[in-house]
C-alpha cells in the first residue's frame, strides 16, 4: 500500500510493478477499470526526468543484476520547467520489493547551481537534502539520461490510496541534459 508520509508528502513507501501494455489491450482494461478507478486531478499530463549515474554506469549496471537494495537518483518535473519553477531531486531505494522516495522540492536554477557548482538550495538542512547530498558525495553520480513521458494516473474509488499509472510516448535523449530543454528526444 502506498504511504506519503512526512509534513511535506515528500517521502514516499510503495509497491510497483512495471508492466508493457499493448494498445489494444489497454484499451480494453481502460474499460475494465472505469467502474473501479478514477483519473486523478492532474488527468494526463507530462513528466520529464533525468537519470544520474555514475561514469562508468556502475548505478544501473547493479540495478540490472536485481539486487534486494538499489538505489538511483533522479531530477524530475512536471512539464517544462522554467528556471524558477520547482522540480524535485529524488532519491529512490528499492528494499526487498518495496519502493522507498524521498524528495526535496527546489527551483529549477537552484537544482542546476547544486548540480554544476555543488551550491546547495535554501532547504539545505533538511534530513532529506543530506541524505540526497551523502549520496552524491559518495557516488559522483552525472546526468546521463532524460526521459519524458505522458502520464494518465488513476486511483481506486472505494481505496483512494491504490494508483495505477500509464506511460506512453516516452522519447529519450542523452544529450542537453537540462529539464528546461524541452521533452523531444
Not at 554544476?116 to 559518495?138: C, H, M, R, T
Request: proline share 5%.
Amino acid at each position: 500500500m502506498p504511504k506519503r508520509t512526512g509534513a511535506t508528502g515528500m517521502i514516499f513507501e510503495r509497491q510497483e510493478k512495471k508492466f508493457m501494455v499493448a494498445p489494444r489491450r489497454f484499451s480494453l482494461l481502460m474499460e475494465g477499470l472505469a467502474s473501479h478507478m478514477e483519473q486523478d486531478h492532474y488527468g494526463l499530463h507530462n513528466i520529464c526526468t533525468i537519470y544520474f549515474d555514475t561514469e562508468d554506469y556502475a548505478i544501473i549496471r547493479h540495478s540490472l543484476d536485481k539486487p534486494k537494495f538499489k538505489e538511483k537518483l533522479r531530477l524530475r518535473s512536471y512539464g517544462v520547467p522554467d528556471a524558477g519553477e520547482t522540480v524535485y531531486r529524488e532519491l529512490k531505494k528499492k528494499l526487498n520489493g518495496v519502493t522507498y522516495k524521498r524528495r526535496m522540492g527546489m527551483t529549477l536554477e537552484q537544482a542546476r547551481n547544486y548540480l554544476e557548482f555543488g551550491l546547495p538550495p535554501g532547504n539545505a538542512d533538511s534530513q532529506i537534502f543530506g541524505e540526497i547530498d551523502w549520496f552524491v558525495s559518495k557516488r559522483r553520480p552525472v546526468p546521463k539520461v532524460l526521459l519524458s513521458y505522458d502520464r494518465i494516473a488513476l486511483f481506486g474509488k472505494d481505496a483512494p490510496e491504490y494508483r495505477i499509472t500509464f506511460d506512453h510516448h516516452i522519447p529519450w535523449r542523452n544529450e542537453q541534459l537540462d529539464l528546461g530543454k524541452g521533452e523531444q528526444g
